[in-house]
């Protein structure tokens, strides 16, 4: 489902110039379940970002179900990610004036479903994440865990076919970071595609796959268990 | 030199009131270094945000180094904080037009500190976290971890006597990680006081004691070294 070639990131000039990405190829098939880890600053969110359509490489090639997505408009590029695409990003961006239940219902209103099913959706998924008692609070409101679980139900209510999640659990105690691991599995076992950045073993240890970055290229990628 | 006596917080009325502090009581001895563990949501943030001086609280009192923080004027506060602690946010707080060298300088200019040690300072922090090669970056080119590491230098380059950390290390891999606690450890041996939030128990281990809050509480408080 994710075919990617030769993908290079490059950010500045001359002694400034920084190699986010030096030539990373990766394929991922659907229903696999990926843990990307590194160290900080080695190119996680900027490889997260071109998967996910939010950014276009400096060269290179990346195909989504098929598609190339260098050759596709930006109206086209927005159709895409709101047709397939879930992404929890590592700042979470939230509206900073919308509730939390208004937060997850907006992918449902792209995604064209109808009216009157959005808001029960967005309340059992910000239920799901243990915000049930929450749904009116604005992110100023919440606390940082609960501004990164809006993030996350905003994420997974279309159940979306692939799921890009970056850094998802990194403000959350351990029963909040087995809630969302638990809604993940749900997830791959429906059949849909997973792919996380984490630097928490807890995370990675759930994967199928766990691929490694540094300084920009993959060092590693092995197999935890089949597809 | 921190002195919490029945700390209450309460948001919002009636149906939607929430408790976020229920009476919390708290000393902590100079030199101490305490770790603040809890579930998302149980209060951790509001305790510390009284405790840095940023919120008051819907009643109860607060003594920093034998001042009560309630009586003094909002200069008079900011001088407190400017002269005493430093705080790294939860949500780092970054400027978004200001490049990583100048958002360390800054609370060296506040301490009045003549301009030029301020530039060395800043870069001796930033290198003792890693980013020696990002100094002239802005927020916007960097990473999350990288971010995360500006605040904590900006945080601790005028060597305060209170360090505040509110997960300090949720975006950071465990070298990033080993690095920032070194950091501490040298801090809190020179006889400085440290009180970080965090829900890793790699941190907390690292504490000398470790407090537990549940839904606006202390429920624990455990000593694992001596002050
Ligand atoms: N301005 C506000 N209005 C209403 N409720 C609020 C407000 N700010 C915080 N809260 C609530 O107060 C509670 C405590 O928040 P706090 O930020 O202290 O939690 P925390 O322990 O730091 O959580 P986390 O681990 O997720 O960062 C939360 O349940 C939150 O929803
Ligand atoms: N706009 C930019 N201009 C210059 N350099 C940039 C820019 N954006 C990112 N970088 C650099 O690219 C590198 C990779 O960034 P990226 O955000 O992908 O790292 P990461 O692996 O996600 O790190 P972290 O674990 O800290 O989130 C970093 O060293 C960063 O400083
Ligand atoms: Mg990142
Ligand atoms: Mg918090």
Known sequence: VVLARDLVMTYGEGDATVHALRGVSLSVDRGDYVAIMGSSGSGKSTLLNIIGCLDAPTSGTYELDGVDVGDLSDNDLTDLRNDKLGFVFQGFNLLRRTSAVRQVELPLAYAGVPRRERRPRALA???????????????TQLSGGQQQRVAVARALVTEPALLLADEPTGNLDSRSTDDLLGLFAQLNSDGRTIIVITHEDAVAAEAKRVLVLTDGEIVEDRRQAPV
């Open 125 to 139: 998924m910000l239920e799901a994440v243990g915000l049930g008692e929450r749904i009116d609070h604005l992110p």
